[in-house]
């Protein structure tokens, strides 16, 4: 699903995750995938039949949202998407655990702590997504951004601070020195979850959907419990690989009596 990234391109992503604390790929998902995401997502969206205002604990920012929330409970394409071949490749280095033995080490540890859809209405405070500000060489978790519909500045684009990753500080949301980031159907954006980074406001009629997700290292509560969610006809078709990045393998036992370690191997499928 994902064009192939060189490893001249991914050392140019590790680059400026470093430095500026985002990278930007353009051209990453091919037309006919992207056709096939935005279609998906419309549709399901369309389906909801829960109302916005029925969304408990909903703050009064995202109000004006389009939203489509925990995608992998909805269809296995956007788990395939989000454990493509070539997005393994730039994540295993940045937030796999190299201590974790019960796996070896050229599989994937990390797992998905949420992904949902969204095309922008109200502008979006900076924030981070680390939840805490921290330095240091070694993120706990990546943020990734597929853009589905064109997006910039008049539709609520994605807004940076560059560097913001490495300040170990809650964001200042009255910063005015902030970047733009426009993109088209298919790029990617990946952005250090310590970067400071929020979205302007959408002042046209039209959607602009990208879906979002957070991908974290193994011992990070997932926003959303994702492994009961799943249903059984999704989860049939999936990989030992797949159930291990959506959090089958590190999901807290109920007693010492079904074990006492919380990272587990995919004996446990």
Not at 32 to 52: A, D, P, R
Not at 134 to 163: C, D, Q, R
Not at 229 to 255: A, D, E, H, R, T
């Amino acid at each position: 699903m994902i064009s192939k990234i060189s490893n001249k391109e991914r050392d140019e992503i590790f680059r400026n995750l470093k430095i500026y604390g985002y990278s930007h790929i353009k051209k990453t998902i091919k037309k006919k995938n992207v056709k096939k995401l935005l279609n998906k997502v419309i549709k399901i969206h369309k389906g909801l039949s829960l109302k916005t205002t029925q969304i408990k604990g909903l703050p009064k920012r995202d109000s004006k949202d389009l939203r489509v929330y925990n995608l992998p409970e909805k269809d296995k394409t956007f788990i395939d998407l989000l454990t493509d071949i070539q997005i393994e490749k730039i994540l295993k280095p940045l937030i796999n655990d190299p201590y974790y033995r019960y796996l070896p080490n050229n599989l994937p540890n990390y797992i998905i702590g949420s992904s949902t859809a969204r095309s922008s209405g109200n502008a979006l405070d900076l924030h981070i997504d680390s939840m805490f500000p921290f330095s240091g060489n070694y993120p706990i978790s990546i943020l990734l951004l597929f853009v589905l519909e064109e997006m910039h500045e008049k539709n609520g684009a994605t807004i940076v601070v560059p560097g913001s990753h490495m300040s170990g500080t809650y964001t200042d949301r009255n910063l005015k020195d902030k970047k733009i980031i426009c993109a088209k159907p298919g790029d990617l954006i990946i952005i250090d979850s310590r970067t400071w980074h929020g979205s302007l406001a959408n002042k046209t009629k039209k959607s602009r959907w990208l879906i979002n997700s957070l991908v974290t290292q193994w011992w990070l509560k997932q926003q959303v419990n994702i492994p009961e969610s799943v249903p059984k006809n999704i989860f049939n078709k999936l990989s030992n690989k797949q159930k291990q990045i959506l959090g089958y393998c590190s999901i807290p036992p109920m007693s010492e009596l079904e074990r006492i370690n919380t990272k587990c191997g995919y004996n446990i499928l």
